[in-house]
């Protein structure tokens, strides 16, 4: 897929709502339900991204539509130990299977490999995959508010409290922001990746964060690459980075990380 197509994000919904299709007739809306139901194990998100330092949410994924494949060696255990290791106060991990290769049974392998809270990273459209991602392990999910409108995104935000998931809202543009705020979000990831043409733009995050309100968690995410980053968006009053590409590109992503780390002087700040 070309890294400027303009209709990146629709083609991406497109085959995230056939997948969802074809599972929601392999399995029953009430077996989720009941795995949901009975789910006692929830680690806190919200919590691990609390504090003073900045925190860093270390992110496993195979490929990317603007890359393609970014790492041929991938096991979420190990990455996910590495990651723990290092200093990550959370995980991310791709489960969308066309353009990121990635699996539900990579966000379950990963978490029962670590300790730490881990959100699944995928295009979340239908209270089904909130059920979905409760019953595999998720800690916390993504809502992307440019694939959802405002109906649904405060519906999902609501279902995901009730269950006890913690949701990273993401936005791109002030307007994006406006109803993120509105639907009742509490933890913003302002993604420096404009999803429609795949371009980034590291200054996008520095634009909307005087924007974000005083009581919500803020998240820079995509485009992060030096400890210098990381100290602007300490700076900036952000509390976390988002960081895949970075690590997955490395030959130690661990390595990476707690480079990243001792670079931005937070290494001591975010140790377990």
């Known amino acids: 897929m070309a890294e400027s197509s303009p209709g990146a994000l629709d083609k991406m919904l497109a085959a995230r709502r056939k997948r969802l299709e074809e599972t929601q007739a392999r399995v029953p809306l009430a077996r989720l339900e009941e795995a949901a139901a009975t789910r006692r194990d929830y680690r806190d998100f ?6 003073q330092a900045l925190r860093v949410i270390a992110e496993l994924k195979r490929a990317s539509p603007s890359r393609g494949l970014l790492r ?66 998720a800690d916390a999910l993504l809502l992307i508010v440019a694939a959802l409108g405002d109906r649904e995104l405060r519906s999902l ?28 979000a509490r933890i913003i990831g302002v993604n420096n990746r404009n999803l429609k043409t795949l371009e980034v733009d590291f200054e996008t995050s520095f634009r909307l964060r005087a924007k974000i309100p005083r009581g919500c968690l803020a998240v820079s995410e995509s485009g992060i690459r030096r400890p210098e980053d990381l100290r602007r968006l300490a700076d900036a009053g952000f509390s976390a980075a988002l960081i895949g590409e970075r690590f997955m590109e490395a030959s130690s992503p661990a390595g990476e990380l707690a480079a990243l780390l001792e670079g931005a002087g937070l290494a001591a700040k975010v140790r377990h």
Do not use: N
Request: aromatic share 8%.
């Open 46 to 51: 919200m919590g691990a991204l609390s504090g």
């Open 72 to 137: 041929r060696e991938y096991s979420c255990r190990e990455l996910a130990q590495g990651y723990e290791s290092a200093g990550a106060a959370a995980l991310s991990v791709l489960t969308e299977e066309d353009f990121f290769l990635g699996s539900l049974a990579d966000l379950e392998e990963a978490r029962a490999a670590v300790h730490l809270p881990v959100l699944r990273k995928d295009f979340i459209l239908d209270a089904y995959q909130v059920f979905e991602s409760a019953a595999a392990g």
């Open 157 to 184: 935000l609501e279902l995901c409290h009730r269950l006890g998931l913690a949701s990273l809202v993401e936005v791109h543009a002030a307007e994006e922001l406006e109803r993120a705020v509105a639907a009742g």
